[in-house]
């Protein structure tokens, strides 16, 4: 099994080199670097630096605001200088932000994602193969490349490209042209992602005629673990605020809805209305975090970990320890997640 850490959005830039070499020895796989606080592209270029082998993502890069070619010419630079560790996870953000905060202009985003994925290939193959760049669509048009700003040929040119997707439509887009698909802290326990996802990922594969297996499937919700019982349950209670707060968004309720838990969502959401924000966290109850959240001290995690995920995923996250102390723990959970992997 593939396990990926991930990073504070508001660790300074200063600290990412120090962290990812904290990741790779712990016997991390990869490293998912967030794309709001600080540039994502930046931060995976620093983590990238500071390892040899750590995988890392961009988990996930706004794409929208960005222009293919921007993002083909840094993911192929940032393919090159790393030997080929790196992996472009892209998203669509809200509405609100993409007009609000990044002044883009609006556009339907499943159809916009297509053409940005099918863009970004079409440079790269211009790249690699040679031969003149014509890509075509409603969003964007690329037809002109002259050998002055051709990067050229790399060693790894299979940049994979995963989607974060929550709805359905987006979700089937991710079988559709991804690589694969990063599921929302939300959306990721495994009813969730064996019923709704993984059907929807497989429908899109089918109508593009491409083969199931294409696109990857990273469980990247959240785990409540440590050292202590104790620990866990502080843990479990950050969790739950954290639910509460992200649970007040519409765009979430899909793993609601299937628990037949709609109505929690519709009182957060109107709680966040009512600037009520300490009442949220009540109404996550015990058994959706006993549901939404694998959650076990550390000598005991990796075998829920395997429970719950074994057969549907093979990539999941997990947590960095607070306590760099605890390492040694979290490096011992990932030995026998591994273990189980290859038995």
Request: aromatic residues 10%; proline residues 8%.
């Given at each position: 099994m593939q396990i990926h850490a991930g990073m504070d959005q508001r660790m300074p830039l200063a600290q990412v080199g120090a962290y990812a070499r904290r990741v790779e020895a712990i016997g991390f796989d990869g490293l998912n670097v967030p794309d709001a606080v600080h540039d994502g592209l930046l931060t995976a270029t620093i983590a990238l630096r500071e390892t040899t082998r750590l995988q890392v993502a961009t988990s996930v890069l706004v794409a929208f605001p960005r222009s293919p070619m921007n993002v083909a010419h840094a993911a192929w630079d940032l393919q090159a200088f790393s030997g080929g560790r790196f992996e472009l996870g892209l998203g669509t953000q809200v509405r609100g932000n993409i007009v609000g905060r990044y002044s883009t202009p609006w556009e339907p985003p499943v159809p916009r994602m297509r053409e940005y994925v099918h863009a970004l290939r079409s440079i790269w193959n211009c790249w690699?193969?040679?031969?003149?760049?014509?890509?075509?669509?409603?969003?964007?048009?690329?037809?002109?490349?002259?050998?002055?700003?051709?990067?050229?040929?790399?060693?790894?040119?299979?940049?994979?490209?995963?989607?974060?997707?929550v709805g359905p439509k987006m979700?089937?887009?991710?079988?559709?042209?991804?690589?694969?698909?990063?599921?929302?802290?939300?959306?990721?326990?495994?009813?969730?992602?064996r019923e709704v996802a993984i059907p929807e990922i497989e429908?899109?594969?089918?109508?593009?005629?491409?083969?199931?297996?294409?696109?990857?499937?990273?469980?990247?919700?959240?785990?409540?673990?440590?050292a202590t019982v104790e620990q866990?349950?502080?843990?479990?209670?950050?969790?739950?605020?954290?639910?509460?707060?992200?649970?007040?968004?519409?765009?979430?309720?899909?793993s609601l809805e299937l628990y037949g838990w709609g109505d929690i969502g519709r009182e957060l959401h109107q709680l966040t209305r009512e600037s009520r924000w300490a009442d949220m966290a009540g109404r996550v109850h015990d058994e959706m975090l006993d549901t939404l959240v694998p959650q076990a001290p550390y000598d005991e995690i990796d075998s829920v970990l395997h429970r719950w995920y074994h057969g549907i995923t093979d990539r999941i996250t997990f947590p960095v320890p607070d306590d760099p102390d605890d390492d040694d723990r979290a490096a011992a959970v990932l030995a026998r997640l591994h273990a189980d992997q290859s038995a």
């Open positions: 690699q193969e040679g031969g003149p760049l014509d890509f075509r669509g409603s969003s964007y048009r690329f037809t002109k490349m002259q050998p002055f700003f051709n990067p050229g040929p790399i060693e790894h040119p299979e940049i994979p490209i995963l989607l974060g997707a979700t089937r887009l991710v079988g559709e042209v991804a690589d694969g698909m990063m599921s929302h802290p939300t959306n990721s326990a495994p009813r969730y992602l429908a899109g594969a089918d109508a593009a005629g491409r083969e199931r297996t294409r696109a990857t499937l990273m469980a990247a919700g959240f785990v409540a673990t440590g866990v349950a502080r843990e479990r209670e950050s969790i739950r605020e954290l639910l509460g707060f992200l649970y007040s968004t519409p765009a979430y309720w899909r």
